[in-house]
């Protein structure tokens, strides 16, 4: 079984950056899929970003493109998410998620529209921005 560990959430004002970190307790061997999502109460985990981590390729929703920048460090089996030029609207828990599977960077990078595609998760980190 794999873990996703967040951290780096916090509180910071608007305008601010943070970086968000996702450790997996293993390297996921059976995935090359990874990315994160975000949720506010009441409404449905959206995907922020994705990363298919063969090619390098990355997506981003509309929202946090220019602003947003996800990475990974293969030998710490780490995942990032750089946060710039935050707002109110970026305020959510964020999710790490992993897909257990081997998929295209096509694939990986429609996976960004529902969290169904995604099959492991950590615990979430909350980001709050305030003005």
């Known amino acids: 079984q794999v873990q996703l560990v967040e951290s780096g959430g916090g509180s910071v004002e608007t305008g601010g950056s943070l970086t968000l970190s996702c450790t997996a307790s293993r390297y996921i061997y059976s995935s090359n899929c990874m990315g994160w999502f975000r949720q506010i109460p009441g409404k449905e985990r959206e995907g922020v970003a994705t990363?298919?981590?063969?090619?390098?390729?990355?997506y981003y929703a509309g929202s946090v493109e220019g602003r947003f920048t996800i990475s990974r460090d293969r030998a710490k089996n780490a995942l990032y998410l750089q946060m710039t030029s935050l707002n109110r609207e970026d305020t959510a828990m964020y999710y790490c998620a992993a897909v257990n599977g081997l998929i295209s960077g096509l694939d990986c990078g429609n996976r960004l529209k529902s969290a169904t595609g995604f099959d492991y998760w950590g615990q979430g980190t909350q980001v709050s921005v305030s003005s």
């Open positions: 990363m298919s981590t063969a090619a390098g390729f990355t």
